[in-house]
């Protein structure tokens, strides 16, 4: 059973179109994120939930806006694409509110804007 | 504002040398300090960490010691395999329940 799951995997579109990523979790887990990873590998947080309330939002565009209709579930839209939007999204969960346990990842969710 | 510097970017060694990555964290409030191993088109996976009131701490293969004066912790991978080849990531907890990863290294393992 996979822990963190993401939806879609691969995801390619034109500059100005709408996408959304799902992420669930089966962990139990309180807490779930979406990170990006660009071309050059760096790990950014960009959103931060605990049951169901946002904790963490980094200064990313209001184009990305994150929903979390229940705790194991954290889905990421993103409006008006642009192609600096090109990266992996990476879902997480963990447990607890704080960031002193392990974070489990999912798969990513490869974004490529033309 | 906070960050994680992580060095070297690259890392090239011969199996069953040793490997050496460090970081330096500006948050002295700081004390959550894990380890992540990413592997070609996989997730980021935890394979180590160390809290403030630790300053060394080992699983099989892999250390990581901890310097809080200093603000820097490294990870040592002693008799690298190939398999060891990755990109690692140091992170460190720092206030509003964030963490902050340092930029990466990775690490080739060459037979």
């Known amino acids: 059973d996979t822990a963190v799951s993401q939806t879609p995997k691969y995801l390619v579109t034109q500059m100005g179109n709408d996408k959304s990523i799902k992420c669930e979790q089966n962990?139990?887990?309180?807490?779930m994120y979406w990170y990006k990873q660009d071309s050059k590998k760096f790990l950014k947080i960009m959103f931060s939930?605990?049951?169901?309330?946002?904790?963490i939002n980094e200064t990313v565009p209001n184009r990305f806006s994150p929903k979390s209709p229940d705790k194991a579930h954290l889905n990421l839209h993103i409006n008006s694409l642009e192609l600096g939007d090109s990266a992996v999204y990476f879902c997480?969960?963990?447990?607890?509110?704080?960031?002193?346990?392990?974070?489990?990842f999912g798969e990513g969710s490869r974004l490529t804007v033309l | 504002g906070e960050n994680v510097e992580q060095h070297p970017s690259t890392l090239s060694v011969q199996e069953g040398d040793s490997a050496v990555i460090k970081c330096t964290y500006s948050?002295?409030?700081?004390?959550?300090f894990p380890w992540y191993k990413q592997e070609l088109g996989k997730r980021p996976q935890l394979i180590i960490d160390?809290?403030?009131?630790?300053g060394e701490k080992k699983d099989q293969r892999i250390a990581v010691t901890l310097n809080k004066t200093a603000k820097h912790f490294s990870l040592h991978i002693t008799e690298t395999q190939p398999e060891d080849s990755a990109v690692y990531f140091c992170?460190?907890?720092?206030?509003?329940?964030?963490?902050?990863f340092g930029a990466g290294t990775r690490l080739a393992v060459h037979p």
């Open positions: 939930y605990n049951n169901k309330e946002l904790i």
């Open positions: 962990l139990g887990h309180d807490t």
């Open positions: 160390i809290r403030s009131n630790v």
């Open positions: 948050d002295s409030a700081s004390n959550y």
């Open positions: 992170a460190a907890s720092i206030k509003n329940n964030k963490l902050i």
């Open positions: 997480a969960s963990s447990h607890g509110q704080g960031t002193t346990g392990e974070l489990f």
